[in-house]
């Protein structure tokens, strides 16, 4: 729980928070919940989001990683970075490393992304993660783009 207080800062830019399912900033007790569900899954699956730090100085930067998609059977990869540190590439590194875990350590034969199309850095993050373009689809209460990649397509192979 050390990184909810980052976490309650991340989520209440509104630049941050433009494409997440709320669509607006999230109060700080969301933001608690929100951190203790990502335990939770740990604690229930053995995978979940990572917190990212900057290797120079440890600074929390977001996070990312794997879960179940909520009413759904797929794996999602999803992620959020501190507006200060987009255009670094650093959204990409973790996402290609939570896609290779996914298929190396867990085993999985395939991960989802989405995001609203709107969303042309988060689309591109899937992309450079190796995801490809599969549908359109309604998730969150939102009309997204959903991205995927099976292990055939591993970063690693």
Same mark, same amino acid.
């Given at each position: 729980?050390?990184? $909810?207080?980052?976490?309650?800062?991340?989520?209440?830019?509104?630049?941050?928070?433009?494409?997440?399912?709320?669509?607006?900033?999230?109060?700080?007790?969301? @933001?608690? !919940?929100?951190?203790?569900?990502?335990?939770?899954?740990?604690?229930?699956?053995?995978?979940?989001?990572?917190?990212?730090?900057?290797?120079?100085?440890?600074?929390?930067?977001?996070?990312?990683?794997?879960?179940?998609?909520?009413?759904?059977?797929?794996?999602?990869?999803?992620?959020?970075?501190?507006?200060?540190?987009?255009?670094?590439?650093? @959204?990409? =590194?973790? @996402?290609? !490393?939570?896609?290779?875990?996914?298929?190396?350590?867990?085993?999985?034969?395939?991960?989802?992304? $989405?995001?609203?199309?709107?969303?042309?850095?988060?689309?591109?993050?899937?992309?450079? !993660?190796?995801?490809?373009? =599969?549908?359109?689809?309604?998730?969150?209460?939102?009309? $997204?783009?959903?991205?995927?990649?099976?292990?055939?397509?591993?970063?690693? @192979?």
């Amino acid at each position: 729980m050390d990184e $909810v207080d980052a976490l309650a800062h991340l989520w209440s830019d509104p630049d941050v928070t433009r494409y997440l399912p709320s669509g607006r900033p999230v109060p700080r007790d969301r @933001a608690e !919940a929100g951190w203790e569900g990502f335990i939770r899954h740990w604690q229930e699956h053995g995978f979940g989001p990572w917190s990212l730090f900057l290797k120079t100085d440890d600074t929390w930067i977001g996070y990312c990683g794997l879960r179940h998609l909520p009413n759904s059977d797929e794996i999602e990869l999803l992620y959020a970075i501190d507006k200060r540190w987009w255009g670094r590439n650093l @959204a990409t =590194e973790a @996402a290609r !490393a939570s896609v290779e875990d996914g298929f190396s350590r867990m085993g999985l034969d395939r991960i989802v992304a $989405v995001a609203m199309p709107a969303n042309v850095a988060s689309i591109q993050v899937m992309k450079n !993660a190796g995801l490809c373009f =599969e549908k359109n689809s309604h998730i969150f209460g939102h009309d $997204v783009v959903l991205y995927s990649i099976s292990r055939s397509g591993d970063l690693t @192979a």
